[in-house]
């Protein structure tokens, strides 16, 4: 598994190296893209924010994204966005772990595995935070999932995910988290029982803090921050593929005969990335003990002589 480490929403680019030059050079939008391609942005902020703050990538695909059958409503399971289904409770609260059923009982992947815990706000304000966690024994097969509410930040705390976008591959492993921004289909890939938590955010994207008073080092490093490579798939699907959105709290399912992850280049700072929870410094760098500040000074060494 490539992947490439730039720093945190810096501007990147990518290829897949089987189409060399899929990449427009000097432009966005060219009337006619090498070979073929569709040309499209995901903006992941008005089109009129400043510089600074203004997210997109564009994305060179092989068939356009909007390809697909009209969206149905779909059943949530255990998905919700309404706080008023249950009672306020003061009290400190505390659960066993969600228990993962055995495939041969229940197959579960990444979407019907989802379970909310708690939350505030709702999506269609575009203000406030949602807690799930993902029970599954079984990957996503033929299904895609984007969230149009906000971004999902993925913990996975037993087994590893191998999660598949429209940027390319990551794979995410206990100790690490991974976020998906609005609007980035994605396909989670597992291999045995599998269980983790999902923090969602409500219109608003995952920043790094300000230092501060602690100065110039500590937390995380925006060097640290891994993105995917570019990697298509140019496939057709007979029996139909599904798209799965979450718009408004809502699930909904479209149906399209070929697959999503179809883009052969990109370019931009809107992406999605994952880290290493290992690289994290508390405080400046007195909370890392001997193993770990060896293990990041061989880091650094290596990327010097790379």
């Known amino acids: 598994l490539t992947e490439l480490k730039p720093r945190f929403g810096n501007e990147c680019v990518s290829e897949d190296p089987r189409c060399p030059g899929a990449l427009p050079e000097g432009q966005n939008n060219p009337q006619v893209c090498p070979y073929g391609l569709y040309a499209e942005q995901l903006s992941g902020s008005a089109f009129t924010c400043p510089r600074s703050t203004n997210k997109r990538s564009w994305l060179y695909r092989i068939l356009p994204s909007v390809c697909h059958k009209p969206f149905k409503p779909m059943d949530q399971g255990h998905l919700t966005h309404n706080w008023d289904e249950a009672e306020a409770e003061p009290n400190q609260l505390r659960w066993k772990p969600f228990e993962i059923p055995r495939a041969s009982e229940k197959k579960l992947d990444f979407v019907s595995g989802l379970h909310t815990l708690c939350g505030a706000g709702e999506p269609k304000s575009r203000n406030g935070i949602a807690i799930h966690i993902f029970t599954c024994n079984t990957s996503m097969i033929n299904r895609c999932f984007y969230n149009s509410d906000g971004d999902f930040l993925i913990v996975p705390q037993q ?89 408004q709290g809502k699930l909904f399912s479209a149906q399209q005969d070929f697959s999503p992850f179809n883009v052969v280049a990109w370019h931009g700072n809107y992406t999605p990335y994952k880290y290493n929870l290992d690289n994290f410094m508390v405080i400046n760098s007195v909370a890392f003990d001997h193993a770990v500040s060896s293990k990041a000074v061989d880091i650094g060494m290596y990327e010097v002589e790379q």
């Open 159 to 247: 087994g590893k995910l191998l999660i598949t976008t429209e940027f390319g591959k990551l794979l995410v492993e206990p100790n690490e988290i991974c976020v998906i921004q609005q609007g980035m289909r994605f396909s989670v890939e597992v291999f045995g029982e599998t269980r983790g938590y999902v923090l969602e955010v409500y219109g608003a994207h995952f920043e790094l803090p300000d230092l501060g008073p602690i100065g110039a080092n500590g937390l995380a490093n925006p060097r640290d921050f891994l993105v995917p490579v570019a990697w298509y798939e140019d496939r057709q699907v007979a029996g139909d593929y599904t798209v799965i959105s979450k718009y």
